[in-house]
Structures are given as C-alpha cells and as structure tokens.
T-cell receptor
Framework: GAVVSQHPSRVICKSGTSVKIECRSLDFQATTMFWYRQFPKQSLMLMATSNEGSKATYEQGVEKDKFLINHASLTLSTLTVTSAHPEDSSFYIC?????????FGSGTQLSVL | KQEVTQIPAALSVPEGENLVLNCSFTDSAIYNLQWFRQDPGKGLTSLLLIQSSQREQTSGRLNASLDKSSGRSTLYIAASQPGDSATYLCAVRGGQNFVFGPGTRLSVLP
C-alpha cells in the first residue's frame, strides 16, 4: 500500500515557540492531505484539509493563524503550530488519499512545556 | 451532517474468540467505508475498504460488511489473538471528507 511519512514523531518545546510537522506521501502524489488532532482515548478530530497549490480548508473552531498549513507540492504538506501553548499539546496525525483509500502518517506527539 | 458511532466502546475477550465490531452512520449517501486499526501512540493502519456498491470485503481473519441502506457496517475478527489488541475505527467518506467513529478498544487476553 501507499506510504505516508510524518516527522517528527515526537517533539517537546517551550511555550511560545513554533513547531513544524511534515507529512510526505512517499510513493504517490497527493493533491489532498488531511490533518487531524487526537486527544488520549478519543477519536480523530479533523482540523483541516490541505489542498496542493491553494489555501487549506479549516474546520469550524480551528484557528487558521494558529495552525498554519502549507501544501506546496504534491508530496508534502506541513502543519506549523505557531506560538505553541500547553493546551496545544496533543497527538497530530496527517493522512493522504491514494485513489479511494486513506493512508496515515505515524503521528506526532507534541508536548508544550 | 454525517455522524458515525461505534459499539461497543471497549471489548475484552479471551484469545481464540470470534468477535464483531459495529459501526453505524446516519447518512447513507456515502462513497465508501474504511476500517482502521490504531495502536497506542501510533498512526492508523488501513484494514479494509468497502466501496458503496460492495457488500463485504475480506482480508485474512477479517471480514467487513456494509449495509448502506441501514447505515451499518460490521467488522468480524475470527480466532482473535493478543496481537489484535488495538483500537479499531471506522470512517465513512462522503465527498472529499471522511468522518470517523470514536473507535472500539479491543483487548484480547492470552
């Protein structure tokens, strides 16, 4: 199956700093990628849909200026958590669609001190 | 708005049992339904994909069925093993977006 690579797998940062998470489709081109947030023992919450070459579509309640998404190529989307605060600590997962299937990255555990 | 629920929320069974996980969705106008497995602190692994025109899909010990008209899908796991312990999520696709259920946490005891 298709492979989606997500880095870093874990990041610890100080409050107020920005953190960038990368999501790459390794063996297919993804015009659309999705970013999710997941709290412990809860399901995935869609944050935004990343579209190559255009602006991301954010879900209601997700701050666009807080969570910057860039999808500059058909194989790479990035999520930048700007001025991170402890409440941003969470597990972030990206996914990409290849034909009709969703494939997921391995996730990034963000801890903001 | 599509809503997806999964029953049970958690399940603990002894090794070797056959089990069924349930997924329900409110809007039957779906494109497909996908079952995933998630291990703690990991991403999701795709298990089975059922197109809206299909009734079931099988892969090894897993069998997923889809009844679009009633808004239901089941994931059947045969001869469960401790390695099957994980959270199982279903997701339905309508248009571009996918809507996930809350998951079923499965523990298979040796």
């Amino acid at each position: 199956g298709a492979v989606v690579s997500q880095h870093p797998s874990r990041v610890i940062c100080k409050s107020g700093t920005s953190v960038k998470i990368e999501c790459r489709s390794l063996d297919f081109q993804a015009t659309t990628m999705f970013w999710y947030r997941q709290f412990p023992k809860q399901s995935l919450m869609l944050m935004a849909t990343s579209n190559e070459g255009s602006k991301a579509t954010y879900e209601q309640g997700v701050e666009k200026d807080k969570f910057l998404i860039n999808h500059a190529s058909l194989t790479l989307s990035t999520l930048t958590v700007t001025s991170a605060h402890p409440e941003d600590s969470s597990f972030y997962i990206c996914s990409a669609r290849d034909q009709n299937k969703l494939f997921f990255g391995s996730g990034t555990q963000l801890s903001v001190l | 708005k599509q809503e997806v629920t999964q029953i049970p929320a958690a399940l603990s069974v002894p090794e070797g049992e056959n089990l069924v996980l349930n997924c329900s969705f409110t809007d039957s106008a779906i494109y497909n339904l996908q079952w995933f497995r998630q291990d703690p602190g990991k991403g999701l692994t795709s298990l089975l994909l059922i197109q809206s025109s299909q009734r079931e899909q099988t892969s090894g010990r897993l069998n997923a069925s889809l009844d679009k008209s009633s808004g239901r899908s089941t994931l059947y796991i045969a001869a469960s093993q401790p390695g099957d312990s994980a959270t199982y999520l279903c997701a339905v696709r309508g248009g571009q977006n996918f809507v996930f259920g809350p998951g079923t946490r499965l523990s298979v005891l040796p």
